[in-house]
């Protein structure tokens, strides 16, 4: 039975800070590898490197290529490691405004099942929504002959360490979902805000930094949001004062029932090009502030407005001047949604994944 008193080291999507969380991120990389390149990838010395992986073994996590096993003249034969085959079930759930992803995950990343639930909140009191939720992923665990071992969740709005969710477009304010979710599956629960979810997907996906530079995240959607990634892990940004009129409903506000029907009106175009350029002001006051390398943008006010990301670029650049940052746009929203339901679904076992074994 899970204690809902354990702790999983660091916060929501840091890098991984533990020898065997270490360990376990570069075999997920690179599938067949050996401790010697692990102590070069993590700069670990070769007796913690041995204890991490011998503690991944004991956990059914790694398992060793005995049939890979090659010598170099005298001494120990080589023998490479890899993401062991494991039946444990990670689920990842994207919370939206009218429907909401729930995938099934296993320890590699790979989707097991996955579905779209209908989730009108608009129609939903907070509870009937969680409930919604809940037996969208009873029915996706049905039939499967696998533990759910861990659940996470995306949400627009701003989450607390504790889970509590505050989302004004979706009418939430103090919501507990992470404590029903626990009580209900009996599993460890991590809720995160999206943005820092996109990074969390980059964080999970990129080779170990030796020095880090940070990396900027910005959604606009239906919500506004903003995160940072650095060594410390991420960290939701507060933005300034009024930038919630850039959301899509904020920008429409009641005169187009959607922005496909305000991409498509010519009477719409000044108010979508002045959102752009503006997006891309506020992209460039945070990047003077946080300083990062990179900047990843994401959201349907890019990929549903055909000539906003070249309006947003030009603006961006033209603020930060030579500041030499790469720009990267997430291109689907299938993508976004698939990305950050699987990085929250995987977070703690990659940020603890030997406080997951005792669960």
């Known amino acids: 039975m899970y204690d809902a008193s354990m702790t999983i080291a660091g916060t929501v999507f840091s890098r991984p800070r533990t020898p065997a969380a ?7 990389l ?39 096993t090659h010598s170099h003249g005298r001494g120990r034969p080589t023998v490479p490691l890899e993401l062991a085959p494991s039946g444990w079930l990670h689920a990842g759930i994207s919370v939206g405004t009218s429907t909401t992803y729930i995938g099934l995950f296993d320890t590699r ?29 009873n029915r996706l665990t049905a039939g499967l002959d696998r533990p759910l071992v861990s659940v996470g969740v995306t949400t ?10 505050d989302a004004p477009n979706l009418g939430w304010h103090g919501v507990d979902f992470a404590g029903r979710l626990r009580y209900q599956f009996s599993v460890p629960v991590v ?14 996906s990129t080779e170990l930094p030796i020095n880090p530079s940070p990396t900027l995240a910005l959604f606009a959607d239906d919500s506004l949001g903003a995160a940072v990634a650095n060594d410390a892990g991420v960290t939701q940004v507060a933005l ?10 904020g920008v429409l506000q009641g005169r187009f029932p959607s922005l496909a029907a305000a991409v498509s009106n010519p009477s ?42 070249k309006l947003f670029a030009g603006a961006a650049r033209a603020a930060l001047g030579d500041n030499d940052i790469e720009l990267r746009m997430i291109p689907t ?3 976004i949604v698939r990305a950050i339901a699987r990085a929250v679904a995987l977070d703690q076992l990659l940020r603890e994944p030997l406080g997951m074994v005792s669960v």
């Not at 270490?22 to 997920?28: E, M, Y």
Request: aromatic share 2%.
């Open 156 to 165: 627009s709005g701003h989450v607390s360490r504790d889970g509590i969710v």
């Open 240 to 249: 300034p004062a009024g930038s919630a009129a850039l959301s899509t409903a």
């Open 109 to 137: 990343g790979r989707t097991i099942r996955d579905a779209d639930v209908p989730t009108p909140v608009a129609r939903l009191s907070e509870s009937d929504f969680i409930e919604h939720v809940m037996a969208g992923l």
């Open 22 to 28: 270490k360990c376990l991120h570069h075999i997920r």
């Open 268 to 309: 719409a175009r000044p108010l979508l090009d002045t959102r752009a350029h503006q997006l891309g002001e506020l992209t460039a006051e945070l990047a003077r502030e946080h300083r990062p390398s990179t900047i990843v943008v994401a959201g349907s006010a890019f990929i549903d407005d055909p000539a906003a990301p």
């Open 30 to 68: 690179h599938h067949i590898v050996t401790r010697s390149e692990l102590v070069e990838a993590t700069g670990l010395s070769q007796p913690t490197i041995t204890r991490a992986v011998a503690s991944l073994i004991d956990a059914g996590l790694v398992h060793q290529r005995t049939d890979l």
């Open 333 to 335: 929203h299938r993508e």
């Open 191 to 204: 809720v995160s805000a999206a943005v820092p979810a996109i990074l969390g997907s980059e964080v999970q």
